[in-house]
């Protein structure tokens, strides 16, 4: 690291490139094994690696390893970082036609289906989320079962959840397709 402090920019490493290619091997591995919380945390240790390089990295990370990690996030119930994952796939090129065809078309699937939200329960009660109609899509109840596990570990939630009506203790709101973030607080201040 170049001498300066921490806020120096520094070039890759043999240490990293070894870092980068094993992470690589490992993601692919995890792929072919269906091990997606191995290949998620295996994608944030990549991107973890490429951030400390700086902006003036020789490295990036590649396109099949976003779309992988995308991939990751989907199987988790986490389609917010899927999303993100999509879009930096897509912003760091080198795929095919095909394959930025798929993103794109994923990408468009998720905005027609899913909406931003923020929720925080800053009441001392306990309180649940709740759709309205528990969708039929394994995906999409995947998706409501974490937020409603982060609810009631974290007392809130923001990212994507499917569209529809839900109820968060007494509040009860709606979420569209595509919409920006909308916050809901539970308890707050008057």
């Keep these: ?16 490139t070894e ?14 094994n269906n091990a997606w919380e191995g290949l998620d945390s295996n994608y944030v240790e990549l991107t973890n690696l490429e951030a400390k390089a700086g902006a003036d990295r020789v490295k990036k990370v590649t396109f099949e390893n976003h779309y992988f990690g995308a991939q990751a996030a989907n199987r988790l119930g986490n389609i917010t970082h899927e999303k993100e994952r999509l879009e930096s796939a897509l912003t760091v090129g080198g795929a095919t036609e095909e394959e930025t065809g798929k993103a794109v078309a994923r990408l468009n699937e998720i905005k027609a289906t899913y909406g931003a939200v923020k929720i925080e329960n800053k009441s001392e009660k306990e309180a649940n989320l709740t759709p309205k109609e528990m969708p039929f899509a394994p995906e999409k109840q995947n998706v409501i079962k974490a937020a409603q596990l982060q609810v009631l570990s974290l007392k809130g939630y923001e990212g994507l959840l499917p569209a529809g009506r839900y109820t968060f203790g007494s509040l009860t709101f709606e979420v569209k397709e595509n919409q920006a973030k909308e916050t809901h607080v539970l308890g707050a201040s008057k």
Aim: charged share 35%; hydrophobic share 30%.
């Design 19 to 32: 870092d980068y290619n094993r992470l690589s091997g490992e993601i692919n591995a995890c792929l072919k």
């Design 1 to 16: 690291m170049p001498e300066g402090g921490g806020d120096a920019l520094r070039e890759w490493s043999d240490v990293d």
